[in-house]
């Protein structure tokens, strides 16, 4: 039978997937893409029963498809922290574990089935998702230094970083070149030491690009708000997410927005619930169309122009309550 392992293109998901098949190794087909393309499940043939494994993406953008591959005989096993819908599938194919509250991500999750087998690789993308203080706090129950700790969040950071784009070429690595270039460590600080030469441009270019995006303009800034707006090139795309957690860090009491402009009049948007009140970005990027994500961390696909002094509204009241 034919397995499948469906995973998102930042650091939680290809971490959990390093996790799954250090653990259980297979040869299995790759689904993935960029950070935002998460209606993947659609993507696995129905003419012949499967196993899916799903991870980082959520349930309610890919029901439908999940409920086809249901009814095709296929078994489902999903990990993921973002919002599932009202409802989960009650099928005996399906099993899954879901948890959104937001100091937890799919590789904790991952890490907790599989009893902490690969425990450092949760940590990095616990700091990949910006889950500092969890993941400090991991680190030190795993003894590890503060040196190393270190080590796993720029790992993680810049492994985060490769997921932002319009598309794979904005990239430097498609996700699925780095999921099979690091699977081959049990641990990440084998990786770091070793310097293979993905993670060396990796970290290069997280460098070069957050450099650009620190210097970018303020569209709007409040007590309880910031958003920046960064232009319509391919290391502005790659840089908004990893961006928007900088500044997250460091304005902890501030909702933090990256507004990308696009070839299209439009607008991608990344956004930060405050560090100290991490909630709410879910319902603000829903207020838009193209809108979702989870309480900490959400964004909008395809904001119209004509909707940016809405949205910048939307930020600058949310959390000012």
Known sequence: MQTYDIFNGDADGICALIQLRLARPCDSTLITGVKRDIALARNVPVDSPARVNILDISLDKNREAVDGLLAAGCSVFYVDHHFPGDTLPDHPGFTALIDTQPTTCTSLLVDQHLNGQFHN?????????????????????????????????????????????????????????????FVKFEDPLDLIAS???????????????????????????????????????????????????????????????????????????????????????????????????RKAAAGINDLPAEQLDAFVGVMASFWDQ
């Open 121 to 181: 690789w949760a940590i990095a993308a616990a700091f990949g998702d910006n889950l500092n203080a969890v993941a400090y706090e991991l680190a030190g129950k795993a003894g590890l230094s503060d040196e190393q700790a270190d080590a796993l969040k720029t790992l993680g950071v810049c492994i985060n970083y490769n997921g932002y784009g319009a598309t794979v070429e904005d990239l430097h690595f498609h996700p699925a070149d780095v999921y099979r270039a």
């Open 195 to 293: 310097e293979p030469a993905e993670w060396q441009q990796l970290r290069d270019g997280y460098a070069e690009d957050m450099a650009k995006g620190l210097a970018a303009p303020v569209l709007s800034e409040t007590a309880t708000s910031l958003v920046v707006k960064l232009p319509d090139e391919a290391w502005a795309r790659r840089v908004s997410g990893v961006l928007g957690n900088e500044l997250a860090n460091r304005h902890p009491d501030k909702a933090c927005a990256i507004v990308t402009d696009t070839a299209t009049d439009s607008y991608l948007v990344s956004i930060r619930a405050p560090l100290n009140n991490r909630t709410g970005a879910d319902d603000v990027a829903r207020q838009f169309p193209t809108g979702g994500g």
